[in-house]
Structures are given as structure tokens and as C-alpha cells.
């Protein structure tokens, strides 16, 4: 059974920053590409980053883009998404997913086959 856990995600004060990980288990992590979404309340889920298995090649969306870095540790089967100079807005429960076999990274929710359950990031400010 394909599962993917997050964790790392706390409370934080503005311009702080957190590490988030996704633990990949039951398939063969290098087959798949992996994404972090948010959702934050009354809000629709959001794409933030993906991480491609083909090349590594690494997709942020405008917002994340010089303070995020999605990276992988396939020895563990884990992606991470370091987030730097977060602010109130990037509160929100943070996913991360993976679409079916060979689909390739996307910014729609629904082109994804596999969620984890979230992790909560609060920013203060």
C-alpha cells in the first residue's frame, strides 16, 4: 500500500523558517513524482512545489520561488521542503502527494493519486 507521512510542521514567528518531510513507503519512490500542496482555512488546496523522479527537476509556484527548496533523500524515501522567510499567509496544513505512475508533476490537485494526511504550519506575525 502506497503511504506518504508528513511531518515538521510547528508554529513559527515570521521570517523564521521550517523543514517539512514526506516519508514515502509501499512502492518504488524513484518511479514517482512527489509535490507539497497547501490548503489553508476557507481557501482551496494550492500547489507549492514539485520535485520531478525522471531528471530531479524541481518546480515551485511564484510564491515559493527563492524561499522554498523541495529536495529528495532517496536513500530514505523522503522529500523535504525547506521553507525560509515565512510569513502569516504561508499558514496553512501543508500535503504532499503523488500522482500515478509516470504522470509527470502538476499544479491540479485532482491529477494526484496519493495524499498524505497534512501537516499544520502556523506563522505568526
Known amino acids: 500500500e502506497m503511504r506518504l507521512v508528513e511531518s515538521g510542521g510547528g508554529l513559527v514567528q515570521a521570517g523564521g523558517s521550517l523543514r517539512l518531510s514526506c516519508a514515502a513507503s509501499?512502492?518504488?519512490?524513484?518511479?514517482?513524482?512527489i509535490a507539497w500542496f497547501r490548503q489553508a482555512p476557507g481557501k482551496d488546496r494550492e500547489w507549492v512545489s514539485c520535485?520531478?523522479?525522471?531528471?530531479?527537476?524541481?518546480y515551485y509556484a511564484d510564491y515559493a520561488e527563492g524561499r522554498f527548496t523541495i529536495s529528495s533523500d532517496h536513500a530514505r524515501s523522503t522529500v523535504f521542503l525547506q521553507m525560509n522567510s515565512l510569513k502569516p499567509e504561508d499558514t496553512a496544513v501543508y500535503y504532499c502527494a503523488s500522482p500515478p505512475l509516470d504522470a509527470d508533476c502538476s499544479w491540479v490537485p485532482s491529477d494526484y493519486q496519493y495524499w498524505g494526511q497534512g501537516t499544520q504550519v502556523t506563522v505568526s506575525s
Open positions: 509501499g512502492f518504488t519512490f524513484d518511479d514517482y513524482d
Open positions: 520535485t520531478s523522479s525522471i531528471d530531479g527537476e524541481t
